[in-house]
């Protein structure tokens, strides 16, 4: 078949009417993207870098990119998978934290510098950082993801940010140097089994005393965890939440989560970002 | 073989326009339901208006919540999904979504996806949208295996022409009954709904299917099983649609992996007039747009001055003698 040309956003002028509230910006961009680097940083854990220039300015910390292969591919995956964009360059990069987990992240695992693929975005609603309030990013294992983009532009703003990130392992822990150069700071860290950073849930290292933004993304039981505790305690949280997607733009219906008070929320175009409270916590 | 017909100089717009259901449709190529939502969650991302046109998220009489996740999948070759009809309901179907279908897709054609639990449902949302601008006409799901019943108009003879007879008479806008792969002569159901007066047919649904997690030792689906799309299924709906266009002659819209110029070439042989896609969508937004060029670049090649000329010129050739022992063959 004859390839359709790229579509791309007009990243010099206003984007149109948001046709979804709250969804911006619209349309996303699609193109092939070049594979800069990819490198692994950790147990199973990689570091991915791709020429994006219209999806690296227009990005912000909470959205993301759904990445693919084309219809021409019939290697697994067929579907293209969401991820957080990871960190942004002025020089037009994008960065993706990559964990093996299925199809999808074993063949990205895989991918070298040259190769191409397809990206759609930037999607979701962003983190909301708006009050001028400490902040408190809480990463359980590839929850880091947005929290490398979102601590890098906070403390570039010279806002305060503490970043917990927790691992099972410390054979699993992301590159700690690599971190500092992304976000301008450290990251405190927590294992399970004590074998890196300090011994416990990195829900230990919360501190409400200046009453923090609490920002929260990674597995379904610690985002659950966490929107308790802010609720016990009347903290504002923000989590970022991980469903099966299909389309990332609404079509499909596939990546609901359950809603507070009933019913379901798209996680694409009404997340991935939500407060903790418009979530119902109590469905599995 | 297809020949060369001399087309002199045809445009791709004269090549791929046909005249069915009583309008023009610029381009064979239809997004298929439940992949494209409403078409405005694609503003900007497809060129809608530039394609053959749409059909709708499921309507049916009262919203829908649909079922739990997780409701999509990947398998091999394609994709399970059970979202369970999740739509907003007749009402507001009306008052928020086909205002901007109306109002934004001039030249694509329209259909809504109708589902209901009775007869009764069925013939409401008919009855209520047929006075409505904005669409041309009907998709009838009796073929969803994603929902309880959801199926049960479409697998059985009885059921399936009472209610399109019963649709009929409340319409005169077109009406096409999307069947399910899943009964043993799709052909036998294609003519039934000819016979009750159906305008057309689109074939096929999802096939019904299952993932498990081995390590759980649970279904990977919410509702436990789904429907299964994608590239795997292109054969089994090739072969519905020669099924159902042998077995009729009122226009088909051939519906299942389709990805390519190439596969809907396939269906179009097989006896379809126009082609939904569905799955190619999530891979590649701009696939339906890629689908379209690429049949109007195949017509050009093979100097066929109208897609119509190619529907259903399937050609079978005569059985042969058997191969003679030995020959390996």
Same mark, same amino acid.
């Given at each position: 078949m004859?390839?359709?040309?790229?579509?791309?956003?007009? +990243? &010099?002028?206003?984007?149109?009417?948001?046709p979804?509230?709250?969804r911006?910006p619209?349309? +996303?961009?699609?193109?092939?993207?070049?594979?800069l &680097?990819?490198?692994r940083?950790?147990?199973?854990?990689?570091?991915?870098?791709?020429?994006?220039?219209?999806i690296?300015?227009?990005?912000?910390?909470?959205q993301?990119v759904?990445?693919?292969?084309?219809?021409?591919?019939?290697?697994?995956?067929?579907l293209?998978?969401?991820?957080?964009?990871?960190?942004?360059?002025?020089?037009?990069?994008?960065?993706?934290l990559v964990r093996?987990?299925?199809?999808?992240?074993?063949?990205?695992?895989?991918l070298?510098?040259?190769?191409?693929?397809?990206?759609?975005? +930037?999607l979701?609603?962003?983190?909301r950082l708006?009050?001028?309030?400490?902040?408190?990013?809480?990463a359980?294992?590839?929850?880091?993801?947005p929290?490398?983009f979102?601590?890098?532009?906070?403390?570039?703003?010279?806002?305060?940010?503490?970043?917990?990130?927790?691992?099972?392992?410390?054979a699993?822990?992301?590159?700690?140097?690599?971190?500092?150069?992304?976000t301008?700071?450290p990251?405190?860290?927590?294992?399970e089994d004590? &074998?890196?950073?300090?011994?416990?849930?990195v829900?230990?290292g919360?501190?409400?005393?200046?009453?923090?933004?609490?920002?929260?993304?990674?597995p379904?039981?610690?985002?659950?965890?966490?929107?308790?505790?802010?609720a016990?305690r009347?903290?504002?949280?923000?989590v970022s939440v991980?469903?099966?997607?299909?389309?990332?733009?609404?079509?499909?219906?596939?990546?609901?989560?359950?809603?507070?008070?009933?019913?379901w929320a798209?996680?694409?175009v009404?997340? +991935?970002?939500?407060?903790a409270?418009?979530?119902?916590?109590?469905?599995? | 073989?297809?020949?060369?017909?001399g087309d002199?100089?045809?445009?791709?717009?004269?090549?791929?326009?046909?005249?069915?259901?009583?309008?023009?449709?610029q381009?064979?190529?239809?997004?298929a339901?439940?992949?494209?939502g409403?078409?405005?969650?694609?503003?900007?991302?497809?060129?809608?208006?530039?394609?053959?046109?749409?059909?709708?998220?499921?309507?049916?009489?009262?919203p829908?919540?649909?079922?739990?996740?997780?409701?999509i999948?990947e398998?091999?070759?394609?994709?399970?999904?059970?979202?369970?009809l999740?739509?907003?309901?007749?009402?507001r179907?009306?008052d928020?979504?086909?205002?901007?279908?109306?109002?934004?897709?001039?030249?694509?054609?329209?259909?809504?996806n109708?589902?209901?639990?009775?007869?009764?449902?069925?013939?409401?949302v008919?009855?209520?949208?047929?006075?409505?601008?904005?669409?041309?006409?009907?998709?009838?799901?009796?073929?969803?295996?994603?929902?309880?019943?959801?199926?049960?108009?479409g697998?059985?003879?009885?059921?399936?022409s009472?209610?399109?007879?019963r649709?009929?008479?409340?319409t005169d806008?077109?009406?096409?009954?999307?069947?399910?792969?899943?009964?043993?002569?799709?052909?036998?159901?294609?003519?039934?709904?000819?016979?009750?007066?159906?305008d057309?047919?689109?074939?096929?649904?999802?096939?019904?299917?299952?993932?498990?997690?081995?390590?759980r030792r649970?279904?990977?689906?919410?509702?436990?099983t789904?429907?299964v799309?994608?590239?795997?299924?292109?054969?089994m709906g090739?072969?519905?649609?020669?099924?159902?266009?042998?077995?009729?002659?009122?226009p088909?819209?051939?519906?299942?992996?389709?990805?390519?110029?190439?596969?809907?070439?396939q269906?179009?042989?097989?006896?379809?007039?126009?082609?939904?896609?569905?799955?190619?969508?999530?891979?590649?937004?701009?696939?339906?747009?890629?689908?379209?060029?690429?049949?109007?670049g195949?017509?050009?090649?093979?100097?066929?001055?109208?897609l119509?000329?190619?529907v259903?010129?399937?050609?079978?050739?005569?059985p042969?003698?058997?191969?003679?022992a030995?020959?390996?063959g």
């Amino acid at each position: 078949m004859s390839p359709a040309p790229p579509r791309h956003a007009d +990243p &010099s002028g206003p984007a149109s009417a948001d046709p979804i509230a709250g969804r911006s910006p619209w349309p +996303p961009v699609r193109h092939r993207a070049r594979v800069l &680097s990819n490198r692994r940083v950790a147990e199973a854990t990689w570091w991915l870098e791709l020429e994006s220039p219209e999806i690296a300015a227009a990005s912000r910390p909470g959205q993301f990119v759904m990445i693919g292969y084309g219809v021409d591919n019939l290697a697994p995956p067929l579907l293209p998978r969401p991820f957080s964009v990871g960190w942004r360059s002025d020089d037009g990069r994008v960065g993706l934290l990559v964990r093996t987990f299925g199809s999808g992240t074993r063949r990205m695992s895989g991918l070298e510098a040259g190769d191409e693929t397809l990206l759609l975005g +930037p999607l979701g609603r962003p983190f909301r950082l708006e009050e001028d309030r400490p902040i408190q990013c809480v990463a359980g294992g590839v929850g880091l993801a947005p929290f490398l983009f979102l601590a890098g532009e906070a403390r570039a703003r010279g806002r305060e940010v503490r970043l917990l990130y927790g691992e099972r392992t410390g054979a699993r822990v992301f590159d700690l140097d690599l971190v500092r150069r992304l976000t301008g700071g450290p990251a405190e860290v927590w294992t399970e089994d004590g &074998s890196a950073g300090r011994k416990g849930l990195v829900l230990d290292g919360i501190d409400l005393t200046e009453d923090p933004l609490l920002l929260g993304c990674g597995p379904g039981a610690m985002l659950r965890a966490l929107a308790d505790l802010a609720a016990r305690r009347g903290a504002s949280l923000q989590v970022s939440v991980e469903e099966h997607m299909g389309c990332g733009v609404g079509t499909c219906q596939g990546c609901v989560v359950p809603r507070a008070g009933g019913g379901w929320a798209k996680a694409c175009v009404e997340g +991935p970002v939500f407060d903790a409270g418009a979530l119902d916590w109590g469905v599995p | 073989m297809v020949s060369g017909r001399g087309d002199g100089a045809a445009s791709a717009a004269d090549r791929l326009r046909q005249r069915l259901f009583g309008t023009e449709f610029q381009s064979p190529v239809l997004l298929a339901s439940g992949t494209c939502g409403y078409g405005r969650e694609y503003e900007g991302l497809v060129p809608l208006d530039e394609i053959g046109g749409l059909v709708t998220k499921a309507v049916s009489v009262e919203p829908r919540e649909g079922n739990p996740p997780h409701r999509i999948a990947e398998t091999p070759g394609g994709m399970i999904n059970a979202i369970g009809l999740h739509n907003v309901g007749l009402d507001r179907f009306i008052d928020e979504k086909l205002p901007w279908l109306r109002d934004n897709l001039t030249r694509a054609r329209v259909f809504v996806n109708v589902v209901g639990r009775t007869v009764d449902d069925f013939a409401e949302v008919v009855a209520r949208l047929d006075g409505e601008d904005g669409f041309l006409g009907f998709e009838i799901n009796v073929s969803c295996p994603n929902v309880k019943g959801g199926t049960m108009f479409g697998t059985d003879e009885a059921s399936l022409s009472q209610l399109v007879g019963r649709l009929r008479r409340e319409t005169d806008r077109p009406i096409v009954v999307k069947l399910t792969p899943n009964v043993p002569d799709i052909g036998r159901f294609a003519r039934l709904c000819e016979e009750e007066g159906a305008d057309g047919l689109s074939a096929i649904n999802t096939f019904p299917g299952m993932l498990i997690d081995i390590e759980r030792r649970q279904p990977v689906i919410g509702n436990v099983t789904g429907g299964v799309s994608g590239p795997a299924i292109l054969p089994m709906g090739v072969y519905s649609t020669w099924k159902a266009a042998s077995a009729t002659s009122i226009p088909i819209m051939g519906i299942g992996g389709i990805r390519s110029a190439e596969d809907a070439l396939q269906y179009v042989l097989a006896g379809a007039s126009l082609v939904q896609v569905g799955t190619a969508l999530f891979v590649d937004p701009s696939s339906a747009e890629g689908i379209h060029l690429g049949l109007a670049g195949w017509l050009e090649r093979h100097g066929i001055p109208a897609l119509s000329e190619v529907v259903g010129a399937l050609e079978v050739p005569e059985p042969r003698p058997p191969v003679e022992a030995g020959t390996g063959g």
